[in-house]
């Protein structure tokens, strides 16, 4: 049997009343079981205190209970490291398995992340190391000089990323396949490698003394070896490296210089996949900020940016100037403001960019169209959610293009004004 813990003590008294009903406007409470069987259970108190600010829609409320009067099932917990799985007893006990339609729901979310990439011709690691040998004296890379190659190939071992110290510093990273492991654009996971080739080249010397240190199960460093592919975006999450390694890493090539770059660039490539795993798109539309070279940047959603062609810059920023829409027969109207502004992004050779325009603005050409499908889908990759992209994409109703997004979210740098354009 299993004995409840009788709360001792109240911080705070109950109001008595029974919140059988929940008023929608009143703030959701939540209630926090703090046990006094902790001697530093105030300064537990105090840290949650800190890091769960009550807000609009949620208030935390602490009660002090006391577990002491529970029997023990076991004397010590059995290697307490390691978690033990549950039994099908226990979990029912724990959660009944009612009949439900999650079932079907989970079914699903399995054929999102574990079904595997199709087979693809994998390349020897051998060949792939006497590529960039190969490479090094037409490029004018020196021996001593770190070149890694990013390659949509496979390999032989089928590792995401390898690398080498000799006779040269080199290394390779898969570009491919990382949609079937995560969801987010795959110059994340890429940047990842190759910020961790270089820590690891670095730190350990070698890919010998790499794999010496290398976590068979995962610790939540960047050192973990991941053997399940699919445990990529667990390493994604982790901008950190462990104590142990970093011991041994600082000790040898790994500077303090070097690991002041990586942390914030790693931190940044965390906190940006994080948000991109997230499975519902937020309430509000991002605030949408053009800088002075046209990148876009999503300044809500963790400051993710989106970088187009040129050509699909000015036609991105024609979108947003002109929030009223227009159909794509009638762009040859705004031939000299897309001109304009397309010469603000690419500066080039006058009659080129006419040439580019002309066909832009041509109702019988399908450029527009094409560029238009092409905005789209990247902005599609970046932000995955249907509920995000939609704000920003161009879409038309009736014919008539336009970006759907609230002229009050859209801020433009100063170069984008369009009476400064024609100066
Ligand atoms: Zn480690």
Redesign the pocket.
């Known amino acids: 049997m299993v004995k409840l813990p009788i709360p001792t003590s109240f911080n705070s008294p109950l109001t008595g009343s029974h919140h059988t009903i929940t008023d929608p406007s009143m703030p959701e409470t939540i209630h926090l079981l703090l046990d006094t069987a902790d001697p530093e259970a105030d300064d537990l108190r105090r840290g949650l205190d800190d890091l769960l600010q009550n807000n609009g829609s949620l208030v935390f409320r602490f009660h002090n209970v006391s577990t002491e009067g529970l029997s023990a099932v076991l004397d010590k917990a059995k290697n307490t490291g390691e978690k033990n799985e549950l039994s099908p007893e226990e979990l029912e006990w724990i959660e009944p398995s009612y009949p439900s339609d999650l079932d079907s729901l989970l079914v699903e979310e399995q054929t999102i992340f574990q079904k595997l990439p199709p087979p693809r011709p994998a390349v020897s690691w051998e060949d792939l190391f006497d590529f960039i040998q190969q490479v090094r004296p037409m490029r004018d890379i020196p021996q001593n000089e770190l070149a890694i190659l990013l390659t949509p190939s496979a390999n032989e071992n089928n590792w995401f990323s390898s690398f080498r110290s000799s006779p040269a510093p080199e290394g390779f990273v898969q570009t491919t396949d990382w949609e079937f492991f995560m969801r987010a654009p795959r110059w994340f996971p890429v940047a990842h490698e190759i910020w961790t080739l270089i820590l690891q080249l670095k730190g350990f010397g070698s890919l010998r003394n790499t794999l010496r ?1 290398a ?1 068979k199960s995962a ?1 939540g ?3 973990d070896f991941c053997e399940e592919k699919s445990d990529i975006h667990i390493k994604l999450r982790t901008a950190d ?2 104590d ?2 970093l011991e041994v890493m600082l000790r040898r090539d790994l500077t303090q210089e070097l690991l002041a770059a990586a942390t914030p660039a790693l931190e940044k490539i965390r906190l940006q996949s994080k948000f991109l795993q997230q499975r519902f798109a937020e309430a509000e539309a991002s605030p949408l900020f053009i800088d002075e070279k046209g990148v876009l940047h999503f300044e809500n959603y963790q400051q993710l940016s989106c970088r187009l062609a040129p050509v699909e810059k000015a036609v991105y920023l024609f979108f947003l100037l002109h929030p009223e829409g227009t159909r794509l027969n009638e762009l040859s109207d705004y031939k000299q403001e897309i001109l304009d502004l397309y010469l603000c992004i690419r500066n080039q050779d006058i009659s080129a960019a006419v040439e580019v325009v002309r066909k832009l603005v041509n109702p019988l050409n399908n450029s527009a169209n094409e560029k238009i499908s092409r905005i789209n889908a990247k902005l599609e990759q970046l932000l995955c959610l249907p509920g995000r992209y939609e704000h920003y994409q161009i879409t038309h109703t009736s014919g008539t293009y336009a970006i759907p997004l609230v002229p009050e979210k859209i801020r433009l740098h100063a170069r984008w004004d369009l009476t400064s354009l024609s100066k």
Do not use: E, M
Request: net charge neutral; with cysteine.
């Open positions: 240190y976590h610790v460093c960047l050192n490296i462990c142990a390694c």
